[in-house]
């Protein structure tokens, strides 16, 4: 199993930008597919961006595409998620998960980090 700790959450005005981060330990980080996801208020977490073990393949949800990119460094065991051109609906906590590649099956996850975008 993959231990997961985020980071690079705050306050960001509409239209800004912000970088999170994921630090994993244990065993063979490029064995995970990663993903990011975020959990509003009253609402359920939702699928963010995910990203295949060597970083060849990524997929988003239709409402971060173009604006968001995620990313990893395997020497660094770290994922990223970049956020540009951010919007008020994009507040949440983000959290990023680790799962056996291929499936969409996300078993480890970290215990996210805040986003507040104001308007």
């Known amino acids: 199993q993959v231990q997961l700790v985020e980071s690079g959450g705050g306050l960001v005005q509409a239209g800004g930008s912000l970088r999170l981060s994921c630090a994993a330990s244990?065993?063979?980080?490029?064995?995970?597919?990663m993903g990011w996801f975020r959990q509003a208020p009253g609402q359920e977490r939702r699928f963010v961006a995910g990203?295949?073990?060597?970083?060849?393949?990524?997929r988003y949800a239709d409402s971060v595409k173009g604006r968001f990119t995620i990313s990893r460094d395997n020497a660094k065991n770290t994922v990223s998620l970049q956020m540009n051109s951010l919007k008020p609906e994009d507040t949440a906590v983000y959290s990023c998960?680790?799962?056996?590649?291929?499936?969409?099956?996300?078993?480890?996850w970290g215990q996210g980090t805040q986003v507040t975008v104001s308007s």
């Open positions: 244990g065993r063979a980080f490029i064995s995970y597919d």
């Open positions: 998960a680790a799962g056996p590649p291929g499936t969409e099956i996300y078993a480890s």
């Open positions: 990203i295949s073990g060597r970083g060849s393949s990524t």
